[in-house]
């Protein structure tokens, strides 16, 4: 019945601003709001990466990730320790029951990881920013969970859940796989001062099967990054 879809920018430092939210009838004015908008003009990159949720109309899902590349497909997982992300291919050789090169990637999102690190940036206006028509529906999805203390597999861990009277959480949820993509494209990484061009090429995301290391060093005066500025600076 529809597609949820929040668009946010990344900048230097942490900033963020919230370019669109809100419901979108098909598949076909998703990539209206993905590509026929201000942030896909000139003086833009355009989306850079995104997560589309997979449990619901996955073959439609699917055939969408196969045209749009920077579209990753994705899964909430609930699990422990210290891994953001992993990945694994999606499609089979009929026969020989191995999987096929050319498959679609699934990535496994660890998403009460996503959750702490999305409250924690909600709580700061100074770098999460919000445009000042956004609507009361958006400040109520997006705070419609909160984290309680439950026993599970008989051991007590805190866990997020809908507030009690809180149906809807879906723009909540769109704003986790937001915080997902930037964590695969390495946006933290940007710094005030970076010169790269919009057409430069994107670092590699960290690697989705080991726990991360440190981030690189930073850069020395003079040196030129290879990161390029998204959209919503």
């Not at 979108?24 to 949720?53: E, K, M, P, Y």
């Not at 619901?56 to 055939?63: F, N």
């Not at 959480?169 to 695969?184: G, P, Q, R």
Request: net charge positive; proline share 6%.
């Amino acid at each position: 019945d529809g597609l949820w879809v929040v668009v946010r920018g990344w900048g230097w430092n942490d900033h963020s601003w919230l370019l669109f939210a809100g419901k979108v009838a098909t598949f076909a004015d998703l990539d209206d709001v993905l590509t026929h908008n201000v942030w896909t003009s000139q003086n833009s990159n355009g989306v850079r990466c995104g997560v589309i949720d997979s449990r619901h109309r996955r073959d439609e899902c699917v055939e969408y990730v196969r045209r749009r590349p920077a579209i990753k497909l994705g899964e909430g997982v609930d699990r422990i320790g210290p891994l953001d992300f992993t990945t694994h291919k999606l499609e089979r050789h009929p026969t020989t029951g191995a999987y096929l090169k050319q498959s679609v990637l699934i990535w496994s999102i660890t998403v009460g990881r996503f959750k702490d690190s999305l409250a924690a940036k909600m709580r700061d206006p100074a770098t999460w920013h919000l445009p000042e028509d956004v609507t009361d529906d958006y400040r109520r999805q997006a705070t419609a969970e909160h984290k309680v203390r439950k026993r599970v597999r008989n051991r007590e861990r805190e866990i997020w859940v809908t507030k009690p009277g809180r149906d809807a959480n879906h723009l909540f949820d769109c704003e986790v796989y937001a915080l997902a993509a930037a964590k695969m494209i390495r946006v933290e990484l940007l710094r005030q001062g970076d010169e790269s061009s919009p057409g430069a090429k994107m670092p590699p995301a960290p690697s989705a099967r080991r726990p991360q290391g440190p981030p690189p060093r930073r850069r020395e005066r003079g040196e030129r990054s290879s990161f390029p500025r998204l959209g919503g600076e």
